[in-house]
């Protein structure tokens, strides 16, 4: 229960705070998207679908690109500075958030802001942090755990960016429950 709560306020506090401290519009709208969708909603996914209803949802074949296999749906998000599309993994009880384009800089900045420091009484620890460079550009990897002494299931971010311009989608982050 204290997960639910800390998820919710930080996925709610979030929205005003990085609109203002992102010089970066696109990022901001990334990192506000996942945080007033994602977190706020991790342990409560039907109430996020619910809260998507009136968002387009991508055909069955659309959103297996991003599925990977997996069940679950995607949805467009609007929005005015970029193109977003999340996604509901039922099998991995995930929410992942692609972007089309995003600056990676600032997108990791940002991201970190938002999962390095958690709400009491959880504490984060850093699992990876990962940079490795490609033929087209450099592609890296943040994630991060959230614990406390009393709850098994630990809620995990992460986020991947890169510099490609080949990309399908140049940010996508995720939060899930891991155990």
């Not at 990676?104 to 699992?127: D, G, I």
Request: proline share 7%; with cysteine; glycine share 6%.
């Amino acid at each position: 229960m204290r997960l639910r709560k800390a998820a919710v306020t930080l996925g709610g506090s979030l929205l005003p705070t990085l609109a203002v401290a992102s010089p970066d519009l696109q990022a901001s709208a990334f990192m506000d998207i996942y945080a007033s969708h994602c977190i706020k909603y991790l342990h409560d996914f039907d109430g996020l679908r619910r809260h998507l209803g009136a968002a387009p949802r991508l055909s069955p074949d659309k959103a297996a690109v991003f599925l990977k296999g997996s069940q679950g749906n995607a949805w467009m998000v609007p929005s005015p500075h970029g193109q977003f599309i999340l996604v509901i993994n039922q099998d991995k009880q995930l929410c992942a958030l692609y972007a089309k384009t995003v600056p990676a800089t600032t997108a990791q900045e940002l991201f970190e802001k938002v999962v390095s420091t958690a709400p009491a009484p959880f504490r984060s620890k850093q699992m990876r942090n990962t940079s490795s460079p490609g033929t087209d550009g450099v592609t890296l990897t943040v994630a991060y755990e959230w614990s406390t002494d009393s709850s098994p299931r630990k809620p995990l971010f992460s986020l991947t960016v890169t510099t490609s311009p080949k990309s399908v989608a140049q940010g996508v982050a995720i939060a899930a429950l891991g155990h």
